[in-house]
């Protein structure tokens, strides 16, 4: 009867060596010599011989699976670091299993209690219900890389990977008060989360810099979806005086404002400002386009996969570890656009971080 795969004791038959020697040249073990390894090569291209790589990540303790948990996948911004993290973990020869929590924290400690055990290391971006961190503790105890990127458990121990929150969130609101608006409104989630309470304290910094009042009333944290986006929005436009420009800080965000403004009306840019903590390029396409960010979904997942897999691979499990982060680009669009010139606007903003100007400091105007 035909075998159906060709074994390492059908190449060790066939050359009269034993199985072990076989196994040892495959993986190119120093003590067999470079004749036999050839010759053992030789023979299992001959027999058609194919690695049982399942077997072998079992022998050793490995997957070769890392987790992915998002609270959602079809935003452009969370489908961008899927596409990084896919891409390094393909070239690293690694698959992934991805998990969404629809923003539930629930659903985020149902899905780290199944990962955990299957695979070497797990990437997250935690939910906005996410407040306490207990069910990450299994992943440290079984010494599991974790690496949290955008939104992150600050007080676990694990790689983190995030924006220059606060700085870009400083400027797109100094673009607004240089554009003339003077009641600027932010939408955000609860600042429980490191995104939401840095894109506060951006907007905040940028108001203190330029003499301008905070108003708590003008400061929505509803949450981050399109729904509470919609919510804060007709909140803010309830209020005796109404904001003239609000700074959306997420995608569904910044479509639902859109959305209401223009149902209401408004002459977005000209009449009522808006910036977007967004990279969505739906923004560019909208009449009047929005004001946005750079591309960066894509490098903030290739740099977390490579952490996760850096340290996977790395036998010290004392690894310390380290905050990556990423700056971006401010991209003026009509949105924001009141009365200055261009060619104003490009001076103006060429340095958006705080004053620093670097290299990364670009300002680009569609």
Do not use: W
Request: hydrophobic share 40%; with cysteine.
């Amino acid at each position: 009867m035909k075998k159906n795969n060709t074994t390492i004791y059908d190449i060790a038959e066939a050359l009269e060596v034993s199985a072990s020697t076989v196994s040892r040249a495959l993986r190119n073990h120093p003590d067999i010599s470079e004749s036999v390894t050839e010759k053992v090569k030789k023979m299992a291209k001959k027999l058609n011989y194919k690695a049982n790589i399942i077997a072998q990540n079992l022998k050793e303790r490995k997957t070769k699976v890392i987790g992915v948990i998002l609270p959602e996948i079809l935003h452009h911004f969370n489908m961008s670091v899927l596409n990084g993290i896919e891409e390094v973990a393909f070239r690293k020869g690694f698959h992934i299993i991805v998990a969404k929590t629809n923003e539930s924290y629930q659903r985020e400690i149902m899905h780290v209690e199944s990962l955990a055990g299957q695979v070497d290391g797990l990437l997250v971006c935690i939910s906005q219900e996410t407040k306490k961190y207990d069910h990450f503790k299994v992943f440290k105890q079984q010494e599991i890389p974790l690496v949290f990127f955008e939104r992150v458990a600050e007080k676990v121990a694990g790689h983190k990977v995030v924006m220059n929150d606060d700085a870009i969130a400083f400027a797109q609101t100094e673009h607004l008060i240089k554009s003339g608006f003077q009641r600027i409104s932010i939408i955000t989630g609860g600042e429980h989360l490191n995104v939401c309470r840095n894109r506060i304290k951006g907007y905040k910094d940028a108001l203190t810099k330029y003499d301008k009042e905070i108003n708590e009333s003008l400061i929505s944290t509803l949450g981050m979806s399109y729904q509470e986006g919609r919510v804060g929005f007709q909140k803010l436009m309830s209020l005796s005086e109404k904001p003239d420009a609000i700074f959306a800080t997420s995608d569904q965000i910044t479509l639902a404002v859109y959305s209401e403004a223009k149902r209401m009306g408004l002459q977005i840019g000209s009449q009522f400002g808006l910036v977007a903590f967004s990279c969505d390029p739906l923004l560019g396409l909208l009449e009047p386009s929005v004001t946005g960010l750079g591309q960066k979904g894509f490098e903030m997942g290739s740099m977390a996969a490579q952490l996760c897999i850096n340290e996977i691979e790395n036998d010290n499990k004392n690894t310390k570890s380290r905050v990556e982060t990423l700056s971006n680009e401010l991209i003026i669009r009509k949105s924001s656009l009141k009365s200055l010139e261009e060619n104003v606007l490009v001076n103006t903003y060429i340095s958006y971080t705080g004053g620093k100007s670097t290299d990364e400091s670009l300002v680009y105007i569609y």
